[in-house]
């Protein structure tokens, strides 16, 4: 048999049927799968059926139902119109003729014999059109009835809409079957209670149809109106109609009655003359005084919400009219007083609208205030919440011009805080993001979250860099303050007496303003010049002081670029004036001096003098003639602008150099020689300061470079003093010694300048802006003042991380209120004391008591340590009053009547002449919040302040420093000669004076209970008068030394603290009288004890206490001892009799006074300088041909 046609199995085959034949399916074991059917599956079928299409149509459909409604509303006032054209055309005079059912109502209304009520005159086709309209509507409610049936047919057909319906329709059906009823009396008036119900769906369908809401109370008053036109229209007709059979009234006068009669007026002319009107008229009367109650009391309801609400900002005013937003989370009184008050201050923003868009609601003293008329037709509350886009749209967002974001402060977490405020910030820019955004943030940290935002400001960067800048600069939060706050220089201080607050009120309207250079008659004659040339002139000329500018191809803003940079056309100047440019007169003057003896001016353009505005008096300041040229009578002059100091005798030797005249352009440069691995005042000083510098081993340890770690992200790179070598965690607390170095307080490390002491509640990253800037690469080494931090819990590891790397810093664990954390962090060697506001006492039960805590830590300060120079943050500016509090000082007094006067004024800056803030001791974070407001106008003030406050650093930038004027800088005199100085010989340009002025006040009870002890201690030898000059002070204390006379130039004194003892020794006489007498040697002690008692002072026992406490903790009291008694020297414990204050701007010819501080504003030493000779002196010192005394300028 051939097996050709038969196929062998494979192997698989083969090896695997009998493991394959269970398992697997086989055609000849099981039929093969059939293939699965696909089935589609159909959605929503219940809405194909017929009645649920008619719902979709009549009901459900929104535009489709919002047809069918205003097809409703039309119908039935066209009946309504039908009934009034019937009412016209009937003639109740006329008879009726006579219907089979006649006999039947005469004789049900033989009492009334009135058949003119029941049948009426109906035209033909007034009666066609009457049943055609009654049909169509009809149609539609029996189509809404069924549509609307659930199962419960009783509950459609008892509806009051239901029955009216039936009641003006039905009959006229019947009328269609019975025509000899044609003229029967139908109540077709009552279908304006259908129209109104049509209305009330009708508005509903509306908001439904256009995606838009209206407020319920435009409902609320579409209902009202409604309710009161359907209850006079039905009283109107159903009397008229009754009256048919009596007085027969026309329509006009049943409106006459209705109205006289609701009006509760009631003159009685017209009055119903049968039972069925008069019937009519007393249940309209009462269903009057059932609806119309209900309705007013929902009417007043919704508007007292709409009162907290605050309603909507209509879009035509949002279209027509400017308005910015303003969102935060809890609305006080001083926020929004400081906000309308400087952004209603700008003249060009007079016409703007301030829209508050707060999810809180008004508290009474925010809407007393906005109830003002100043305010209630400029501010316009909204409760909402930005996060929500009907409440922005509310706001009318999109259309605003700007939105201010700010934080609350006064939250429990900052952090939260911030949270918060970066979501409203992104819902502002999603909604609407071509709106300009202005962000207030509290931690620096939560600042990158926000940078997208046009301007923001963290308020912890400005303010540690605030209060750092403060302690070698004395009163920078003042000077910076006055600057950010709008004013004309008008406060109440014209008035005084006082000359210091006439000069200070004058100055304090200075503000920086812009212009361009091409069209400005400051600066536009200083094209082609170098900038410190045409900063000189112009404030020689004009009395402006030109402090920075910002090329057109760029963004960045260059304060102070030097004498190498050469003004062009385009450039934008930045200056610092009473007013701007625009706002000022010019008057033809004298022709100026040439510039120099080369070239002069060649243009010759005559100069100017500036008036002012007459409306603006104190610009009487700006230099006149009169103020502007220098004192020349005693000075001989080399050139134009060469100042020159007289003889001090006859020896030629004795003659000082003269000043030489400020140069046009630089002859020439050279590249910068700064060593950033050296140190700058090395490079500067002499062999002297060199041989210093290598005595302190410490310094070869110290370089120059970006911070390597910083605590957020978002801080700005700034080049400082570093360490080569991080120091280790354990050598920054200073309180505790360890391995690496053994001390255990300030006096063991040896520092040669004066500590400065921060008082903090924990480690924030705020901290890093007070170190910054005090560790700056321009501060010379030599300068460097030890920084301790008190706080009052560990700070955590980053923090650490980020400040080891700094020279001289350190950190104590402790509280402000305990002595011994004072004396164990060096408070007996610190020269400056910063007192920062606690975050967990920033709430309390009444606002203003957030500061008590701070206020009473601080005058305890003050008692202890009365040489310690204390700048304190308040939560509250209105606080500060209580700062160094005396009682019964005549003067705080008056002080006080002045800042009442400020405040009925309306001033945002009342408290300008409180002592403590006018000499820079005493800052609330709440000033800074202008400056995010003053931005919306000068949106350069951010950029400029960040620069003066060395948060930010440009190349090329000056910085802000000070200087002092010594006895040998006398012979400059005027404040002009000394700008010609500076701007001839380093390139300074100055800004201001920070004055202190020796004041007699009044002395008061408590003043002489206080500082008696200075001039009645007995058992302390001290020092003679003369040993003053050999004290040391350092440079950079904020209080210059002031004189005070001895104990025998205070007779006063003298007889108050005689009488205060007399007083004491009766008292201990009497307490002492009972006890009885022991042996002499225990009665004479015991009398010498209570004499000595009895001269004991106040200032000796809280030295006494020092004292106990120093030697307690193991600490030596000779520093505090001799701090102690260099105080009582140089009569530094009066201090209420020396006042300062901050002068901005000054004319050319204040007159300088020794101790003055003045207010620079130094070239960037790392851009290319002038060279003026062999060495690079004329870039950061004086020159040698044109130096004088500046070893108490302070470098920042």
């Not at 005595?695 to 070869?700: P, R, V």
């Not at 006040?1001 to 050999?1030: A, F, K, M, W």
């Amino acid at each position: 048999m051939p097996y050709k046609n038969i196929s062998r199995p494979s192997l698989p085959q083969r090896i695997f049927p009998l493991f394959s034949s269970p398992l697997l399916p086989s055609s000849n074991l099981c039929p093969p799968l059939r293939p699965s059917l696909r089935v589609q599956v159909e959605f929503y079928v219940n809405e194909n059926t017929f009645k649920e299409r008619l719902k979709l149509f009549f009901i459900k459909n929104q535009r489709s139902s919002l047809r069918v409604r205003m097809f409703n509303f039309a119908l039935k006032v066209l009946s309504c119109l039908l009934y009034i054209v019937r009412v016209l055309l009937d003639n109740p005079q006329e008879g009726r003729q006579d219907c089979l059912f006649c006999p039947l109502f005469t004789f049900l209304f033989l009492y009334l014999h009135r058949k003119l009520i029941i049948w009426v005159d109906r035209p033909l086709p007034l009666w066609a059109l009457q049943v055609f309209v009654a049909f169509i509507s009809f149609s539609e409610t029996m189509l809404l009835v069924y549509l609307s049936y659930k199962g419960n047919i009783w509950e459609q057909v008892l509806r009051v809409p239901f029955i009216l319906e039936m009641i003006s329709a039905v009959p006229f059906m019947i009328t269609v079957i019975l025509p000899s009823l044609k003229n029967l009396f139908i109540p077709v008036f009552l279908n304006c209670w259908l129209a109104k119900h049509a209305l009330e769906n009708m508005i509903n369908d509306l908001h439904r149809a256009i995606q838009r809401t209206h407020s319920a109370m435009f409902n609320q008053v579409v209902i009202l109106i409604s309710t009161l036109v359907c209850l006079m229209f039905t009283c109107i007709c159903g009397i008229q109609h009754l009256e048919r059979a009596g007085n027969n009234l026309t329509l006009f006068d049943s409106l006459y009655f209705c109205v006289v009669t609701f009006s509760t007026v009631g003159f009685g002319d017209v009055t119903p003359q049968i039972w069925p009107s008069q019937l009519l008229v007393v249940i309209m009367i009462f269903v009057a005084l059932i609806v119309l109650p209900i309705q007013f009391e929902q009417l007043a309801f919704l508007w007292m919400e709409r009162q907290k609400s605050g309603g909507n900002y209509s879009r035509y005013r949002a279209q027509t009219e400017k308005h910015v937003v303003l969102c935060v989370s809890c609305l006080k009184i001083d926020l929004l007083m400081d906000f309308l008050n400087e952004f209603f201050a700008h003249p060009r923003l007079q016409d703007y609208y301030v829209v508050i868009l707060c999810p809180a609601e008004m508290d009474v003293q925010v809407r007393r205030i906005l109830h003002v008329p100043l305010w209630a037709q400029r501010v316009i509350y909204l409760q909402g919440s930005a996060l929500k886009d009907q409440d922005l749209m509310r706001a009318k967002m999109d259309d605003a011009e700007a939105c201010f974001i700010l934080s609350n402060r006064f939250e429990v977490d900052r952090i939260a805080a911030d949270h918060q405020t970066i979501l409203r910030a992104w819902a502002v820019k999603d909604f609407a993001p071509n709106c300009p955004l202005y962000v207030q943030i509290l931690k620096p940290e939560n600042k990158f979250h926000v940078k997208f935002a046009d301007h923001v400001v963290c308020e912890e960067e400005f303010k540690y860099a605030m209060l750092a800048l403060n302690c070698v600069c004395p009163g920078t939060s003042t000077l910076i303050t006055l600057l950010i706050h709008s004013s004309r220089g008008q406060e109440a201080g014209a008035c005084s007496a006082d000359q210091w607050h006439r000069t200070y009120r004058r100055c304090s309207g200075n503000e920086v303003h812009h212009i361009r250079l091409e069209e400005s008659k400051f600066f536009g004659e200083y094209q082609g010049k170098s900038f410190t040339f045409a900063s000189f002139h112009a404030h020689k000329k004009f009395g402006v002081c030109l402090i920075g500018v910002r090329r057109l191809d760029t963004t960045n803003i260059l304060l102070n670029p030097g004498p190498c940079h050469i003004m062009g056309a385009s450039d934008t100047c930045f200056y610092i004036n009473l007013s701007k440019e625009e706002n000022s007169a010019f008057v033809r003057g004298q022709r100026e001096p040439s510039w120099g003896s080369s070239g002069g001016n060649a243009r010759g353009v005559h100069q100017t003098i500036y008036h002012g505005l007459t409306r603006l008096p104190v610009h009487s300041i700006i230099a006149s003639m009169g103020t502007v040229a220098m004192d020349l009578s005693r000075t001989e002059m080399s050139g134009a602008n060469t100042l020159a100091l007289p003889a001090m005798g006859d020896s030629a030797e004795e003659r000082r150099h003269s000043i030489a005249p400020v140069l046009e352009l630089m002859d020439g440069v050279t590249p910068p020689t700064f060593d950033l691995l050296g140190d700058q005042s090395e490079d500067e000083g002499g062999e002297e300061d060199k041989e210093d510098s290598d005595k302190d081993e410490s310094a070869h340890w110290w370089v120059k470079g970006y911070p390597l770690n910083s605590p957020y992200i978002g801080s700005s790179p700034a080049l400082c003093h570093l360490l080569q070598e991080k120091m280790p965690f354990c050598c920054l607390r200073m309180d505790k010694p360890c391995h690496h170095m053994p001390f255990e307080d300030a006096r063991s490390y040896g520092f040669k300048n004066k500590l400065i002491i921060v008082s903090a509640e924990s480690a924030g990253n705020g901290l890093y802006n007070f170190i910054v800037p005090l560790r700056a690469y321009y501060r010379p080494r030599k300068e460097l003042n030890p920084i301790v931090l008190l706080l009052e819990s560990i700070p955590e590891a980053d923090f650490l991380e980020a400040i080891c790397w700094f020279p001289m810093v350190f950190y104590t664990v402790g509280s402000i209120d305990n002595l011994d954390s004072l004396l164990r962090c060096g408070v007996t060697f610190a020269n400056t004391m910063v007192v920062v506001d606690k975050e967990s006492s920033m709430i309390a039960e009444e606002d203003y008591m957030a500061d008590a805590k701070t206020i009473v830590n601080v005058q305890t300060l003050f008692r202890l340590f009365p040489a310690l120079s204390i700048i304190t943050e308040l939560t509250h500016p209105a606080n500060m009053r209580f700062m160094q509090f005396k009682v019964k000082d005549h003067y705080s007094l008056a002080l006080s009547k002045l800042e009442k006067k400020e405040r009925e004024k309306g001033s945002n800056l009342v408290f300008m002449f409180r002592l403590p803030f006018a000499a820079g001791k005493v800052f609330s974070v709440s000033m800074l919040d202008t400056l995010l407001y003053q931005s919306f106008v000068k949106d350069y003030m951010i950029s400029i302040t960040r620069l003066l406050l060395g948060l930010d650093s440009m190349p090329g930038s000056g910085f802000l420093c000070a200087m002092r004027i010594t006895e040998d800088d006398l012979w400059i005199r005027t404040y002009g000669r000394l700008y010609q100085k500076l701007c001839s010989s380093t390139g300074d340009i100055p800004i201001g004076i920070y004055r202190t002025e020796a004041h007699k006040l009044p002395v008061s009870e408590s003043q002489v209970s206080i500082t008696v002890e200075d001039y009645e201690d007995t058992r302390e030898p001290r020092e003679p008068l003369l040993s003053r000059s050999g004290a040391h002070r350092n440079s950079t204390s904020s209080e210059p030394i002031s004189t005070s006379s001895h104990s025998s130039d205070h007779p006063l004194l003298r007889r108050k603290s005689m009488q205060w003892a007399r007083r004491l020794s009766r008292k201990g006489g009497r307490s002492s009288s009972g006890a009885k007498g022991g042996a002499g040697s225990a009665a004479e002690r015991i009398s010498q004890q209570r004499l000595t008692l009895f001269r004991r002072s106040e200032r000796q026992e809280l030295n006494a206490l020092v004292r106990t406490r120093m030697k307690h903790l193991g600490l030596s009291p000779t520093g505090f001892s001799n701090r102690n008694s260099q105080v009582q020297n140089h009569g530094m414990t009066d201090q209420g009799n020396r006042l300062s204050y901050i002068l901005i701007n000054p004319s050319p010819d204040t007159r300088l006074e020794l101790h003055d501080v003045v207010y620079l504003i130094r070239p960037d030493p790392l851009s290319l300088v002038p060279n003026q000779g062999s060495s690079r002196k004329c870039s950061a010192g004086l020159s040698e041909s044109h130096r004088f005394d500046t070893t108490d300028s302070t470098h920042l």
